[in-house]
Nanobody, 113 residues
Framework: QVQFVESGGGLVQPGGSLRLSCEAS????????MAWYRQLPGKQREFVAR??????HYADFVKDRFTISRDNDKNTVFLEMNSLEPEDTGVYYCNTGRNPRSWGQGSQVTVSS
């Protein structure tokens, strides 16, 4: 059974930073492109960033603020988020980059003063 456990979210002021982690089980992430997605309040889930073996791809709204990385040995994916804005408030999820599997609980990110 594939599971993703996201962590690292929280409340941060505008301009602040957070580092999200996603530990996978039931799947060996080295075989997959991995991605972060988010769901903003009242909106559908959307793509944030994807990392393959080497290449990385980001949604336009990231604007060089976020960095995705992976540690295949730890079966974990990370999302470093800087210059956070209130518009980034939402629940962040990780999954495979294509054909997403079952979704985890996500990690709540709240950007507010």
């Amino acid at each position: 059974q594939v599971q993703f456990v996201e962590s690292g979210g929280g409340l941060v002021q505008p301009g602040g930073s957070l580092r999200l982690s996603c530990e996978a089980s039931g799947i060996s992430i080295i075989a997959f492109a991995m991605a972060w997605y988010r769901q903003l309040p009242g909106k559908q889930r959307e793509f944030v960033a994807r990392v393959g073996a080497v290449a990385k791809h980001y949604a336009d709204f990231v604007k060089d603020r976020f960095t995705i990385s992976r540690d295949n040995d730890k079966n974990t994916v990370f999302l470093e988020m800087n210059s956070l804005e209130p518009e980034d408030t939402g629940v962040y999820y990780c999954n495979t980059g294509r054909n997403p599997r079952s979704w985890g609980q996500g990690s709540q990110v709240t950007v507010s003063s």
